[in-house]
Every structure is written in structure tokens, then in C-alpha cells.
């Protein structure tokens, strides 16, 4: 995608209603283009896989195929593309906890505004996570347990957050850079994000850095 393409976006939800409001709001979005609709997890599998999106619009609970195993699937061999924006009337910690370890790089609930949806979006183009109140609250009362950062993963994280590359980060910390990328891999399963710039980010609205 360069940018003067429109980012282009599935759409997964088992509600007809739904699944074609969402269609009609992102299609009369300029710079947004939906290239496929799912109805659950399995057929999200084949469209995304046919329509190679940047952005997929995951619903959890479908039959046929959760959005979790969907979203596992598509993370696997360590994938961090299409980004994935779940969009859920969900809003347990079990449910939250469950799609970001999966992969999602946002989570959002139904109810959130259109023109919050969209921003999302191209957030999750630009490589920021996204997330709801619930979901933040859901992995702030959990930080004490779940997110607990080891000093070295704290400190390459500050410095990742400071702009620093791998090698640099490896070169101020008199360490290897194949042990910086492991420290990342680390705090990456630790935040529920896939890449550097979420990691900045989730990091950032937990206190963590």
C-alpha cells in the first residue's frame, strides 16, 4: 500500500445488519475500500487470504468459526499483516485477554462511535494499537500479574520507545542484537501486540514506560 492507495478492508460479523452497516460506513469513507465480507472465522480465512486487506474488522463470537481462531491462524509463523481491529459487543477480560494474546491489534465494542471506527482504522494502518476503555481497564487490573516487565525488557522497551533501532538498543546495553529482538518478542506477548509500534504504544497508556 503506498499513500495515495485506499486501505483496504474485510469485514467479519455472522449479523447480516451489521456486516452491511459496516460495509456502507467504511465504502463511503475516502480512503477506505472493502474488498470482502466473512460471515465467520472459516470463510474470514478465504477472503482475507483472496483480498490480501491491510485491515481486517474481526467479530469474536461467530458460528461456524470463532474470531479468535481466526485471528490465531492468521498470526501464525509470526505474521504481523493484515492488521486486525476486533469489533465486538464482548467486553469480558477472558474475551479481551483471549483476542490480543491471539494477535488483534485492537479492540473496540460495538457501540463505539463511526468516526472513532475509522480513526481506528487508519491507526492500525499507521501501526498504533487501538483500544477500548474496557480493554485498557481489562489490561490495567491485570498488570500487576499478567503485564510484569523484566528489568531488561523494561529497559530495551524505553529505549525502543526512544527511537532507538535493534542494534542501537543491543550497542547502549553492551548486549547482543539477537537478545534484543528476544527481550521484543517478550514484552510483545506480555502487552497482546504484534509489532514495535504498538508495543510503544500499549506500553505507554499502561505506565509501563
Known amino acids: 500500500m503506498t499513500g495515495t492507495d485506499p486501505v483496504r478492508v474485510v469485514v467479519v460479523d455472522d449479523h447480516p445488519v451489521v456486516r452491511d452497516g459496516l460495509v456502507a460506513m467504511l465504502g463511503a469513507e475516502p480512503g477506505l475500500e472493502v474488498v470482502g465480507t466473512a460471515q465467520d472465522g472459516v470463510e474470514a ?26 485471528i490465531r491462524a492468521l498470526r501464525g509463523g509470526g505474521r504481523t499483516l493484515p492488521r486486525i481491529l476486533v469489533l465486538t459487543t464482548y467486553d469480558t477480560d477472558r474475551d479481551i485477554r483471549s483476542a490480543l494474546e491471539a494477535g488483534a491489534d485492537g479492540y473496540l465494542l460495538k457501540d463505539t462511535r463511526r468516526e472513532d471506527v475509522i480513526r481506528a482504522v487508519h491507526d492500525l494502518v499507521a501501526g498504533r494499537a487501538v483500544l477500548a476503555p474496557a480493554a485498557l481497564a481489562a489490561l490495567t487490573g491485570a498488570a500487576g500479574t499478567r503485564i510484569a516487565l523484566s528489568g531488561r525488557e523494561a529497559e530495551v522497551l524505553r529505549l525502543v520507545a526512544d527511537g532507538c533501532t535493534n542494534r542501537a538498543a543491543a550497542s547502549r546495553l553492551g548486549i547482543g542484537e539477537a537478545t534484543v529482538k528476544t527481550h ?23 505506565g509501563l514506560v
Not at 480465512?45 to 479468535?68: E, N, Q
Not at 521484543?184 to 499502561?206: F, N, Q
Open 45 to 70: 480465512l478465504a477472503v482475507i487470504g483472496s483480498s490480501a486487506p491491510d485491515v481486517v474488522l474481526m467479530d469474536l463470537r461467530m458460528p461456524g468459526g470463532h474470531g479468535v481462531d481466526a
Open 184 to 206: 521484543l518478542m517478550h514484552v510483545y506477548e506480555k502487552l497482546g501486540v504484534g509489532d514495535r509500534a504498538s508495543a510503544v504504544r500499549t506500553a505507554w497508556e499502561l
